[in-house]
């Protein structure tokens, strides 16, 4: 490893401190270095908030250090105006020489402008430092600016016989039955707040009242996303607490709406998965858990609309009822959870 990775690799580090935090910005982590020592470094931590290079700038101490140091920055630094002022000028007007950067940002509103500003102001600008660790970094924004969809990932707990759930009495209660340990259920809850939504159909309300929180972990509740095509979803159940922000997909407007509520009305005699994706590209959805019943989740695999697939085997077995999706599992990664055994999948088409 070079002195370049080194420091862009605990760029990475401190990046990952924003994971669920940032949207809709991309994770960023900073670090100045002067003679061989980090003098000053810092992450984004939230939208409308100060950038990395902003939080690593201000946390050293002496200033005069600055215009004999190198900066380095995981993700290009912006030059634009959003919420907060360019990076790229608060690096020029601090007239730091060097600038390293692991990877160019994807938005069409800095993509290579940022790094051209600060050549054009004579910094010396190195690009592509662990490109491929620092593009990993931020998958859901940059599949959001290239793919102009969300992040798509699957999400379900299976039977060691393969069924999602068993069959059902019609007179049973609207109470989910858990395939996999406590353990396992919190972990779903953590990755519930590193993610911007969860997307759910019908079925999966009508059968369990889900909350789709993240009740278990601390950190921002998802976005709910409800599949809904006839409006048949009790308007008693959970989803429309208004405790979350809930976005339904329907036929028809029921002029419902409220402050956490808003309808989306698509055409259900089409594909309605490139509407929904569309529809979530516009509100600036990065990222999505898909974790609703087998119709639903078996739509996105067939469509190929799908970057991971999370998927807990328990222990517990049905004999019948509805079963599982069907995907590939080939370079599959297997990880133990007490009794359950967790497969993670990438999509690499």
Known sequence: MNIHEKYIKRCIELAQNGLGTTYPNPMVGSVIVYEGKIIGEGWHKKAGEPHAEVNAIRSVKDKSLLKKATIYVSLEPCSHFGKTPPCCDLIIANEIPNVVVGTVDPNEKVAGKGILKLIEAGANVTVGVLEKECN??????????????????LKWAESQDGFLSPEKDLGQDRKPIWITNPYSRQLVHKWRTEEQAILVGTQTVADDNPKLNARDWNGNNPVRIIIDRNNRIDKNSFIFDDSVKTIVFSNEDLKSSTENTSFEIIDFSKNILPQILDVLYKNQIQSIIIEGGRQTLQSFI???LWDEARIFNGKISFQSGTKAPIISRKNSLKTTILSDELIEIRNYD
């Open 136 to 153: 990993e970094l931020n998958k859901r924004f940059f599949t959001f600016h290239q793919k102009k969809r969300p992040y798509i990932i």
């Open 302 to 304: 067939d469509e190929n």
